[in-house]
C-alpha cells in the first residue's frame, strides 16, 4: 500500500481517530472468508456459523498447471466447427479473400469479447451466474440464459459424438463398409441396392446404415438402436471427464485438445502426398476479391468468429473461474484466439488437400463414363469418327483429352447436343461442390480415405479425432452448466453432474430416433444463434456501459499489474456493442426473409430435397429461442420491482477470500461511498430479537460492529465504538446526501423514521466522506 494512503498515515499517528469503514475494508491482510459471519448472541449464532462454515468448507478448485487451463480453453474454443464449417465457409466466400473479414472481425470482436470474459470470470472467480449477478444484479438473467443455451446445444452436440463413436467402431474392418453398395442376391443374379446405386457407397451408409432416415421430420420412426447405444457410451465418456470437475476434465484435457494436431499433422503430410492435392489447396487459396464486397460474407465472417471462441456460452468465464487472481488473462486471450485461428487454416489445409485428392478420382471417374457413352455413339453411328482427335487414345484417355473431344463435339452437335447426356468432366466444378457440416465428415472426407492405402487406419485416426474435438468442446459446454449451478446454489458436485449427464441422455433420444437428424439441424441452425448474439451484447452492456468501461480498466490494472492497451477501452464502448447489434439485426433479418428449413433425404429418390418445417415445428423452434432468452427479461423485471433481492443487503458467502482489494487511498468522494455501500453486507433488525445484542463482521475484515439498542431512544442509536473506545451517534447531512444517508441508516438501523428525524435533527452540513466516517465510525 502507498506510504502515503490513509491507512498507514493513521497506523503511526498516535493520534485517536475513528477509522472509517472504507479504511478498514482496505487494511492489508484480508480475513479468511470463513470468519465473515452474522453472529446473534446466544446458541443461535453458534449454529448459523457452524452451518456456513460448513457450506463453504471447500475452496474454490484451481488448475493445477498454466498449460493444463490453456489447453482446456483450447479444448473448449476449438470444436468441431473448426473442421467443417470453416473450410466450408473459405470456399463459399472468397476463398483466401475471406480471411481478410475473418480477421478484421476476430480482432475486433472476437479478442476483446474473449478477453472480456475471461477478465469477468477470473476477476469475480464464479459462474456466469455469479458473474452477472455482479457486474449488474437487474441483468442476473444473463447467466441463467447462457446455461439454457449450453444444454441445448450439449443436447445435439453429443449426438455428433456419438455418430462418430459409431464409425470409429466400424473402421475396425477391411475394406471399409462404406467403400462399396451392398449387394443382395435373387437367387444367381446380384443386385445393387437401388438407393446406394443411384446415390454413392458413403451416402447411403451415412442415411441408411447409420442414421436409417426418415423421409420427413414428421415421420417419427421410432429409435435407431444403435445410435441410442452409441449416445449412452458418449454421455457416459463426458459424465467420467466431468464427474470431478477440473480435477477430471483437466486431466483429460492433456490428451482430447493435443491429440487432434497430432492427426492433423498426420493428414496434412498425407494429404500433401496424395496427387491432386494441390489442386485442392490452390483452388481454396485462390483468392476472389469481389466476395469482398459482400455484406453477406461479412455476417457470415462474423457468426463464424462468435462460435468460434465460444462467446456467450459461459465455459470461458467458467475455466477462468479457477485462475489465480494475478494470472495474465490477456495473454491468454490473444494466444487462444490465434491458436483457434491457426487450427481452422490448419484444418482447411488438410480438409482442400483431401478434397484436391477426391476431386481427381471423381474427375478421372467421370471422364470414364463419358467416353464410354461416346464410344456407344461412335459404334451405333450416331456420332462421326472424324469428330475424334486423331491422337486422343480411349485406352488411356486423360482429362485434357476429354476435354478437347467434349469441346469439338459441343460445336458440332450444338443443336443436339443436350440429348446426348455427356457432362464437362472439369475439376472446377468438383472443387467448386460446397460441403459442410455432417456432409463433409460422414460422407465427402469419408469417401476420400477409402481410396487411402491403408484406409481403416487413417478412418479410425479421423474419427477418434471427431470425438476428441467433440469431447473439449462438451466439457467447456458441461462447465458453463454446472458451474454457475454449483457456485450458485451449492448443490452437491458429483451428483448435479450426474444427474445433468441422465437428464440429458433422455432428452437426447429425441435426436437418435429416424428423424432426429432433423431435429440436430433445428437445434444447431436455431436455438443457439440468436439467443447467444443477444447474451454477448448484453454482457458487453453490463461491463461497458452499466458497470464502466474505467472502473472495469482500473480493476484489471490491479489484477494484472499493467494497463490493458487503450484500444480495448473503445472496442468495449463503441465498436463491438454496434457490430454485435448489427450481427443481431442481420440474423434477425435473415430469419424473417428465409423460412425455417432443413435438407430432407428422399429414400425413393434417393436425394435431398429441401423442406419447411411444419407448424408444430415452428413453434417447438420459436419456443426454443423464447426459453433461451426468457430469464433475462424476467430477472430483470423482479428485481427491477424489488420482487426478487439482488443480494445487495445480504451476507454471499460465495465471495470468498482472495477477492480484489481496491486501494482506497484512490478514491473519490463518489467511489468511496459506493465501495463502502458495496461491501457493507449484511444487518439484521435488532427489533427481531428483542433486547438482544447484535453484531455484524465485515466481508474483508472481521471487524465486529455491536449496537446496543437496550433502553436508548431510537433516534439516537449507538452505531459502534471506534478503536479509541469512543462512542458514536449519528448526525444528520444536508438534504442533498439524503439519499445516501437514509440508504446507509436504513441498513444499520431498519426501525429509525430516516425521513423524519433528518428533517428534525438537521444541523450544519458535513462531508460525504466525513458523514460516513462518522456514521460508521
Known sequence: MPKNSKVTQREHSNEHVTESVADLLALEEPVDYKQSVLNVAGEAGGKQKAAEEELDAEDRPAWNSKLQYILAQIGFSVGLGNIWRFPYLCQKNGGGAYLVPYLVLLIIIGIPLFFLELAVGQRIRRGSIGVWHYVCPRLGGIGFSSCIVCLFVGLYYNVIIGWSIFYFFKSFQYPLPWSECPVSRNGTVAVVEAECEKSSATTYFWYREALDISNSISESGGLNWKMTLCLLVAWSIVGMAVVKGIQSSGKVMYFSSLFPYVVLACFLVRGLLLRGAIDGILHMFTPKLDKMLDPQVWREAATQVFFALGLGFGGVIAFSSYNKQDNNCHFDAALVSFINFFTSVLATLVVFAVLGFKANIMNEKCVVENAEKILGYLNNDVLSRALIPPHVNFSHLTT?????????????????????????????????????????????????????PASPFWSVMFFLMLINLGLGSMIGTMAGITTPIIDTFKVPKEMFTVGCCVFAFFVGLLFVQRSGNYFVTMFDDYSATLPLTVIVILENVAVAWIYGTKKFMQELTEMLGFQPYRFYFYMWKFVSPLCMAVLTTASIIQLGVTPPGYSAWIREEAAERYLYFPNWAMAILITLIVVAVLPIPVVFVLRHFHLLSDGSNTLSVSYKKGRMMKDISNLEENDETRFILSKALLCTDPSTHGQQPFQFWLQ???????????????????????RGGGTVTPAAPPSSL???????????????????????????????????RTALG
Open 738 to 772: 439524503l439519499p445516501t444517508w437514509c440508504t446507509i441508516k436504513h441498513l444499520f438501523l431498519p426501525n429509525a423514521s430516516c425521513l423524519s428525524d433528518l428533517l428534525r435533527d438537521q444541523g450544519e452540513g458535513m462531508g460525504k466522506s466525513q458523514m460516513l
Open 400 to 452: 485434357k483429352d476429354y476435354a478437347e473431344m467434349y469441346k469439338v463435339i459441343k460445336t458440332v452437335k450444338e443443336d443436339h447436343f443436350s440429348a446426348l447426356g455427356l457432362d464437362p468432366c472439369l475439376l472446377e466444378d468438383e472443387l467448386d461442390k460446397s460441403v459442410q457440416g455432417t456432409g463433409l465428415a460422414f460422407i465427402a472426407f469419408t469417401e476420400a480415405m477409402t481410396h487411402f
Open 700 to 722: 474483508f475484515r472481521a471487524i465486529p460492529v455491536h449496537v446496543s439498542h437496550a433502553g436508548q431512544n431510537p433516534g439516537s442509536r449507538t452505531l459502534g465504538q471506534g
